[in-house]
């Protein structure tokens, strides 16, 4: 049983289209994360969130909007791709907003833009 | 500005042998350091952790160790088995000085580890 899952696994789509990427997490927790893996591989936090309440919020061009609908979802919805937002984006959940807190991620999602 | 890098983008290592994994970092505020492991099409695992308070932490096989003057942790590894081959991410966050930001986590770019029969 899957515990933090991702849909969908591949996403390729043309510029200029709006897309969503669902992330679900039945472990329990009450804390949830959106990464971004760009093309030089580094891991990068986009946002988090603490029982539905927005606490972490990078530098992150505002056409990326999340949305935890209860504390086990947090989809991330991209408004008018562009070729620079091609990369794999990973889920991850904790018990605990702390980084002392085991994140567990998801299997990711690697969007492609035309 | 990366705060935290792995400069070797791979390693290959006999089995049995040990596997050094390297990383460094710039920024003074971080005082809990994690190693994630990774296999393809999966998401990263956590594998161990230290903090600054510690310069070394053992668990089985895998060692980190830290040193907080030269801003340089490591990862090692014995004996190595092929089933640890795989990306190693360090990562590293400011969890006593940060302020609210005690929950971010700052990702290195990883090193591929292969380990051969």
Redesign the interface.
């Given at each position: 049983d899957t515990a933090?899952s991702q849909t969908p696994k591949y996403l390729v789509t043309q510029m200029g289209n709006d897309k969503s990427i669902k992330c679900e997490q039945n472990l329990g927790h009450d804390?949830m994360y959106w990464?971004k893996q760009d093309s030089?591989?580094?891991?990068?936090?986009m946002f988090?969130y603490?029982n539905k309440e927005l606490?972490?919020n990078e530098t992150v061009p505002n056409r990326f909007s999340p949305k935890s609908p209860d504390k086990a979802h947090l989809n991330l919805h991209i408004n008018s791709l562009e070729l620079g937002d091609s990369a794999v984006y990973?889920c991850?959940s904790s018990q605990g907003?702390?980084?002392?807190?085991?994140?567990?991620?998801?299997?990711?999602t690697r969007l492609t833009v035309l | 500005d990366q705060q935290v890098k792995q400069n070797s983008p791979s390693l290959s290592v006999q089995e049995g042998r040990i596997s050094i994994l390297n990383c460094d970092y710039t920024n003074s505020m971080f005082d809990y350091f994690l190693w994630y492991k990774k296999y393809p099409a999966e998401g990263p695992t956590f594998l161990i952790s230290i903090s600054s308070i510690k310069d070394k932490n053992e668990d089985g096989r895998f060692t980190v160790f830290l040193n907080k003057s030269a801003k340089h942790l490591s990862l090692h590894i014995v004996p190595s088995q092929p089933g640890d081959s795989a990306v190693y991410f360090c990562a590293a966050s400011a969890y006593w000085s940060g302020g609210t930001s005690y929950g971010k986590l700052t990702f290195g770019q990883g090193t591929i580890l292969t380990v051969h029969p």
């Open positions: 933090v804390t990464y030089k591989k580094f891991l990068k936090i988090s603490n606490i972490i990973f991850a907003r702390r980084s002392l807190n085991e994140q567990f991620f998801g299997p990711g | -």
